[in-house]
């Protein structure tokens, strides 16, 4: 099967810079993906991790270790939009279905 | 806005009865997922169309079901309805396979069931 294990919950303040981590367990492995869901709405993709480093796109990065199984998001500059849940995901193929880790609910003070 | 559309936005219903919940690709896109999210739960995946085709299946109920039409819009059938399927049910879509890690979410079906 696959696991997907991320912190249910991260507060922070505005202006800060925080990290959402995510750990998996996978019989079969082709990268991690980050969303980002407000309440109510669609995901949306934000970024993708097929090789170990950072990848970074403005105010987010996203960072792969495929040798500890793990995975985190990094939000900088946070702003009071930036409050939403954050979803680690691997994505499907041949045999492995797409699977969600449970969510982050971040939350930015002022 | 995705350029995934789904219809209905909400949906209230009895227990018993029978929904279809549509889904239209972004345009371009071939595959089609199905997702459930109930309360502060993550995205289950149920089911996923290729080009027309079943691709892979997830912990889908035997009272659901679902088809991608040669439009490639998709249809999820839900049956003999349950309290505990109220849930909002996104579809999303990709390119193609190799790009099933960048999917495109619709704004979802929020099911009532009472």
């Known amino acids: 099967g696959q696991s997907l294990e991320q912190p249910s919950e991260v507060t922070a303040v505005e202006g800060a810079i925080v990290q959402i981590n995510c750990t998996y367990q996978t019989s079969g492995f082709y990268g991690l993906s980050w969303y980002q869901q407000h309440d109510g709405g669609a995901p949306t993709f934000l970024s993708y991790?097929?090789?170990?480093g950072l990848e970074e796109t403005g105010r987010f990065s996203s960072f792969l270790s495929r040798s500890d199984s793990y995975g985190y998001l990094l939000l900088q500059e946070l702003q009071m939009k930036d409050s939403a849940s954050y979803f680690c995901a691997v994505p499907g193929g041949g045999s492995y279905i797409p699977t969600f880790g449970r969510g982050t609910s971040l939350i930015v003070h002022p | 806005d995705s350029g995934v559309t789904q219809t209905p936005k909400h949906l209230i219903t009895a227990t018993g009865q029978r929904v279809t919940l549509r889904c239209s690709p972004r345009?371009?896109?071939?595959?089609v997922y199905w997702y459930q999210q109930s309360l502060d739960q993550g995205l289950q995946f149920l089911i996923q169309y290729y080009n027309g085709e079943e691709r892979a299946k997830g912990n889908i109920l035997e009272r659901f079901s679902a088809q991608q039409f040669p439009d490639l819009h998709s249809e999820l059938n839900l049956s003999s309805l349950e309290l505990g399927d109220s849930a909002l049910y996104f579809c999303?879509?990709?390119?193609?396979?190799?790009?099933?890690?960048?999917?495109?979410f619709g704004p979802g079906t929020r099911l009532t069931v009472t």
């Open positions: 991790n097929a090789l170990d």
């Open positions: 999303a879509s990709s390119s193609t396979l190799a790009d099933s890690y960048e999917q495109y």
């Open positions: 345009s371009g896109d071939l595959s």
